[in-house]
């Protein structure tokens, strides 16, 4: 399983950018996809994930309504939305999956087993 994240960038407070994360070699069609951040000096965080075949999603408390993760099989693409952007948003996002089910533990990073390069954004003030 190999997995290209991109699309980051700098944007100003309050903008919206588009990420995505190509995700080859997943035949398990009950994995979480998820995308996670990582701002410097701080653990990676879980930000939102999406169910590989039914679509079901999750999203971390402070990013509900403003971000939008989505999937698209026929591309092999999974894309997060984000919009409203804050300065606390600016970190290095990653996007991952495992070959394994949907559970409760979806949010922990320790759980996935594949993961992209990462890709920057930057909220400016």
């Known amino acids: 399983v190999q997995l290209q994240a991109s699309g980051g960038g700098l944007v100003e407070t309050g903008g919206s950018l588009r990420l995505s994360c190509e995700v080859t070699?997943?035949?398990?069609?009950?994995?979480?996809v998820a995308w996670f951040r990582q701002a410097p000096g701080k653990e990676r965080e879980f930000v939102a994930a999406v169910h590989w075949s039914r679509g079901d999603t999750e999203y971390l408390d402070s990013v509900l309504g403003r971000f939008t993760i989505s999937r698209w099989n026929a591309k092999n693409l999974v894309n997060l939305w984000l919009s409203s952007l804050k300065p606390e948003d600016t970190a290095i996002y990653y996007c991952?999956?495992?070959?394994?089910?949907?559970?409760?533990?979806?949010?922990?990073?320790?759980?996935?087993?594949?993961w992209g390069q990462g890709t920057l954004v930057t909220v400016s003030s």
């Open positions: 991952a999956t495992r070959d394994r089910e949907w559970a409760p533990d979806i949010r922990r990073s320790y759980r996935y087993d594949y």
């Open positions: 070699g997943l035949t398990f069609g009950r994995s979480p």
